[in-house]
């Protein structure tokens, strides 16, 4: 690499390059996501068989688990991407944070809905105000203060900077959600430990969806990345007509 030749990163931080870059990546990026989701699907309904405990309600965990564990990934995505706006004015941190918002709460929904689908038949009941399922809930509110936040604020630089420090401190609470099991007494079943706790008819099912829903969710953001890039460059256009209208 010559002195004058751009590092990857600072190829990323370019939101032209970027936008080359992610054209040509995301429709095999997608494709690879449709498979790998094709079959996770296939192993946990047909292939994986029913547990002697909770019968065929098992397998809701094949959407749910990866579906909570995405809903924080997309929390610590947002974190990230704030930090690197606050400390570093990357270009695109604020439109991946931005970007990661609405698909994190989509996920954290989905596994709040899937999760009361799977308590019903656990523990009689759609609901409780369990200390996984109550921060879990808190989580899925916090998504949407940012989203509110951000769009309530007309002075886009004001609205990234604001919702990137609620983000960080909203990040404490991905510990609490994380550990929520194993402090306080709770309904909710410990962490499957996917390398000890699980046979292995249920383990490679639930592997092969969660890699499946975390490509989903790069699509997703690299998609959504792309449409605030498009977005911001077009009120960039218009600003400036409106600019030479009024000159």
């Not at 992610?22 to 079959?39: C, E, F």
């Not at 959407?63 to 929390?75: G, R």
């Not at 909203?170 to 706790?197: A, C, D, N, R």
């Not at 890039?229 to 600003?239: D, I, P, T």
Request: one cysteine or more.
């Amino acid at each position: 690499m010559t002195a004058n030749q751009p590092t990857i990163v600072q190829s990323l931080a370019n939101p032209t390059r970027f936008m080359a870059l992610s054209a040509r990546i995301l429709p095999w990026l997608a494709a690879m996501a449709a498979v790998v989701i094709g079959v996770g699907l296939y192993q946990a309904l047909v292939v994986s068989p029913a547990d002697y405990q909770q019968g065929q309600t098992v397998r809701i965990m094949y959407v749910h688990v990866p579906a909570a564990w995405l809903a924080m990934a997309a929390y610590l995505t947002i974190a990230a991407s704030s930090f690197g706006l606050l400390v570093f004015r990357h270009p695109l941190a604020d439109v991946s944070a931005r970007a990661a918002a609405p698909i994190g709460a989509a996920f954290t929904l989905l596994a709040l809905l899937t999760g009361s689908l799977w308590g019903k038949p656990m523990w009689g009941t759609y609901w409780v105000w369990d200390a996984r399922l109550t921060s879990m809930l808190l989580l899925f509110f916090l998504y949407l203060g940012l989203i509110v936040l951000r769009s309530s604020i007309e002075d886009e630089a004001a609205a990234a900077k604001l919702t990137a420090i609620l983000a960080l401190v909203g990040v404490s609470l991905l510990p609490v959600i994380k550990f929520s099991v194993e402090w306080w007494y709770t309904l909710h079943q410990p962490s499957t430990k996917l390398t000890s706790t699980l046979d292995a008819s249920f383990r490679i099912p639930l592997l092969i969806n969660a890699l499946g829903f975390t490509l989903l969710f790069a699509c997703l953001h690299i998609k959504a990345m792309r449409n605030e890039v498009m977005r911001r460059r077009v009120k960039g256009l218009q600003r400036a007509a409106v600019r030479e209208v009024v000159a």
